[in-house]
């Protein structure tokens, strides 16, 4: 059973709110460090681990920006585990990529207080920096996302194309959710949702009382709304890459920076075999291959690089969008990747970050799965 506590902006900052919650979660120790979004000096929005209260005043868990999928960063604080408690603030893609991290045993959530955010979506980087510097605060944004006036900003940008297609506006899976869908601008309700979650309620003092009303109908339509756009992208996906030569095309501006993959939180090899002397052709390799048309674009096997990507890692894709994020070629690598991987993880049944009990596919291999593949009859 879940339990909800309020918080309420103080001075009219709902940050001030959320500083204050975490330092009594410090001071009460029910953990050791908070890892959370704050603001950076001179400017933007990183994950920050606070262990000092007086470190708190900068936080600022729901702005629109998440210059990485903070799942990876989990990684380095948990791959050996401290033994020390640590909440960290996250929303609905990273807990998803983390939860298939600790599948792959690059993490571990033992002594984590997962603490999820509704996520309204997030700008690109740059385009954050310009929506911090023009004055918007985490409130304007808040207020127009879950009110009538969309997520658009003054200047015309929107969030990423990841959130306008991602089903998954409130964090599944956490411990603890920070609820702004459903509830009154000025206003976070923090939903206890597992024993660890109450517990923390418990040692933190904090009275239970009745969640936002309309909670659950606010979520649906946001569910709803994206869920249409996703589907249409996808089905623009399937006809705009539909052949060998049209992947080609999508891809024709690929300079094999590897950004994509380095932003990807759950591509997971320690070597990608890309930078391994595999791929490292003699000058004449490349001369004949070019004998063979008379041209050949350079660098060489970009379709392959995203082919064997996709291979490797479709079936964990969370749609972050952080891929397309790190492009700096500006090809739409989220909205590929992410339509490839809704076939393959429909195809398994698999929903990665849905459970930790959950198998991930080419770790299992049962007899009589895929026979129309293998030829296999009973
Ligand atoms: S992909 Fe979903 S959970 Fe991740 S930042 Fe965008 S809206 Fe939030
Ligand atoms: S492929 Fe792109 S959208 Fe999918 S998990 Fe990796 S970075 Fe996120
Ligand atoms: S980030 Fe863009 S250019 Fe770099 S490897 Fe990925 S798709 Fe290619």
Known sequence: ???????????????????????TMLEKNVVDAVLVPAHQNPKGVMQTLITAPEALDAVDPFAPVAPTNSARLVTRLTNVPSGRPVAVVMRS?????????????????????????????????????????????????????????GTKSADGFDVAVACRICEYPAADNADVRLC????????????????????????????AEAGPAGRDAAVQQIKKTRTAQRDK???????????????RDHLAGCINCYNCRAACPVCYCKECVFVTDTF?????????????RGFMKMPTETVLFHLTRMTHMSALCVG????SSACPNDIHVTELFRSVANRTQARFDYHPGRSLDE????????????TEVTGQVK
Request: aromatic residues 10%; proline residues 3%.
């Open 280 to 292: 490292r052709h003699p000058g004449d390799q490349y001369l004949s291959w070019g004998d063979k």
């Open 359 to 370: 198998p991930q596919p080419l770790a299992v291999f049962y007899a009589e799965e895929l």
């Open 320 to 323: 972050c969008g952080q891929c």
């Open 180 to 207: 702004v869908i459903g509830a009154s601008p000025g206003e976070v309700f923090v939903e206890w949702a597992t024993e660890k979650g109450l517990n923390a309620r418990k040692a933190m003092g904090l009275e």
């Open 93 to 149: 893609c990273e807990i998803r990529a983390l939860l298939e991290l600790v599948k792959l045993k690059q993490a571990n959530v033992d002594d984590l207080l997962l603490i999820g955010i509704d996520c309204l979506g997030r700008y690109e980087n740059a385009d954050y920096l310009k929506y911090e510097q023009g004055g918007a605060t985490t409130e304007d944004f808040l207020k127009a996302a879950c009110g009538d006036k």
């Open 1 to 23: 059973m879940t339990e909800y506590s309020k918080l309420v902006a103080q001075d009219g900052s709902i940050n001030k709110s959320l500083a204050s919650f975490f330092r």
């Open 233 to 247: 992208v996808f089905s623009d996906m399937y006809e705009h890459v539909g052949s060998m030569e049209k992947l």
